[in-house]
């Protein structure tokens, strides 16, 4: 995400879902769930601050509303809208099965 300070969000998901996806297939068998738990809250924080740095003179709950949805029954997902009005997510909770 370093290289990737100006993209819109949409790209983003787009580039990220891969490669969380493949690291959460690879090790969900051999990982504890206290690790999936810790991921997904890194991830979190770094689209947090991510979101933060693009829009420094905005409040928090503005970033919120704009960036993170409701999925379902989940809270707090980066989300956005493609340019063709399709909703783009960022993957799936990490946890095991």
């Not at 879902?17 to 770094?46: C, Q, S, T």
Request: net charge positive; charged share 30%.
């Amino acid at each position: 995400m370093k290289d990737n300070k100006t993209a819109p969000a949409w790209l983003l998901i787009d580039m990220l879902n891969p490669m969380i996806r493949g690291w959460a297939n690879y090790h969900r068998h051999i990982v504890a769930k206290e690790i999936f738990n810790y991921v997904d809250y890194r991830i979190w924080k770094l689209l947090w601050q991510w979101c933060k740095r693009r829009h420094q003179n905005r409040r928090k709950r503005w970033i919120k509303a704009k960036y993170f949805k409701r999925v379902e029954k989940r809270n707090w997902v980066f989300a956005e809208q493609y340019p063709s009005g399709k909703l783009a997510s960022c993957c799936m909770q990490l946890t095991r099965r």
